[in-house]
């Protein structure tokens, strides 16, 4: 399929200033699911033509991705509990020398439970880089027996390397007080 880019990419131009540019890419995927035993797995492949990525110079250049995901979803204890584990790698095909990382495998998820008759939910969301360092840490509890309203708190906390979304967010953690609700 042949798809214009949601997220931007942000061009260098002289002056020097950002432009977001919403370029076109090739894309080809296959996706996989299987459900045995009360464990469900899935598999995602893609590949992606003309990817944008910048140059040491700053420039503007194309190459293409590789994409993988294998999750894992299950309800250990009969439901309750939800638990969803995925293993993710992204590698960029060049031999140039560029500023985005060119490989990334890692881990990502969500644990999610309810408590006290359903009106209470905890959760923690989770992603983590296994060939550099790129942490993000998610705790909520959140109070859901008062609905259609939940009322809850959560904490972010990011760590990790530069051109990581942890080493980018690194001095950004914070603990959130939120209402999500229905009308």
Known sequence: ARTRQS????????????????????????????VSGGLTWRLEL?????????????????????????????????GDTRVNLQLVAHALQTDRSILELK?????????ETTFAQGRWK??????????????????????VGWEPHELYIAAHYFDGE??????????????TLGLRTKF
Request: no cysteine.
């Open 103 to 111: 490989e990334y495998y890692g881990t990502n998820g969500e644990i």
């Open 46 to 78: 893609g590949h992606t033509d003309d990817v944008p990525v910048t140059l040491t110079t700053t420039a503007m250049d194309k190459t293409r991705a590789l994409d993988a995901i294998g999750v894992l979803e299950f309800f250990p204890g009969g």
């Open 122 to 143: 905890a959760a923690m969301r989770f992603s983590g880089g296994f060939n550099v360092h790129d942490v993000y840490l998610s705790p909520k509890l959140g109070y």
């Open 7 to 34: 997220l931007p990419y942000y061009r260098v131009d002289a002056g020097p200033s950002l432009t977001a540019i919403h370029p076109y890419n090739t894309f080809v995927g296959a996706d996989f699911e299987l």
């Open 162 to 175: 530069a051109r990581t979304l942890g080493g980018f967010h690194q001095d950004h953690s914070l603990i």
